[in-house]
């Protein structure tokens, strides 16, 4: 029988490799596929099931809801006022299996693939460039030196 530890390191690992999935066809096609985002939601809850208490697990599910709404509100104002695409609804997918597995490090990736997408879009002289391949390494980084300093300390 496996143990806990276990089925959250393989829920991970799934996790991973859906993220890196979206983040090659975000890059790719500028689109997350709505399935391969179900994909991402699901083994995010599946891991986060298995880490945390059901109370915790519907607090965070309610705010990553929540937060959701509003990114998707504030992206259709964005599109209504500059007649152009900003933070896409893939990119507010995959941000959502984020905030379901740890909201701190999902926030924290954010501001670092921000940095990183500037910094890009300065030296490539481009207006626009797919968030994802930004967006998923910052937050397996910052989620493992997360879990690493957690444990030191």
């Keep these: 029988m496996m143990t806990v530890g276990a089925l959250r390191l393989i829920f991970f690992f799934i996790y991973l490799c859906?993220?890196?999935?979206?983040?090659?066809?975000?890059?790719?096609?500028?689109?997350?596929?709505?399935?391969?985002?179900?994909?991402l939601a699901l083994s995010s809850s599946a891991l986060v099931g298995f880490s945390i208490s059901e109370r915790a697990f519907v607090h965070r599910l309610i705010f990553a809801a929540v937060l959701l709404?509003?990114?998707?509100?504030?992206?259709?104002?964005?599109?209504?006022?500059?007649?152009?695409?900003?933070?896409?609804?893939?990119?507010?997918?995959?941000?959502?299996?984020?905030?379901?597995i740890h909201p701190l490090c999902?926030?924290?990736?954010?501001?670092?693939?921000?940095?990183?997408?500037?910094?890009?879009?300065?030296?490539?002289?481009?207006t626009h460039a797919p968030f994802l391949p930004f967006l998923v390494p910052s937050f397996v980084l910052v989620l493992i030196l997360f879990e690493s300093c957690a444990l030191i300390l």
Aim: overall charge positive.
């Design 18 to 39: 859906l993220a890196t999935a979206a983040a090659v066809c975000d890059a790719r096609t500028n689109r997350c596929p709505n399935g391969l985002a179900f994909a």
């Design 69 to 100: 709404l509003l990114l998707v509100t504030f992206e259709l104002l964005w599109r209504r006022a500059r007649g152009g695409a900003g933070f896409g609804m893939g990119d507010i997918k995959v941000f959502f299996s984020m905030l379901l």
């Design 106 to 126: 999902a926030f924290t990736a954010l501001g670092i693939a921000c940095v990183f997408l500037c910094l890009f879009c300065l030296v490539r002289s481009r």
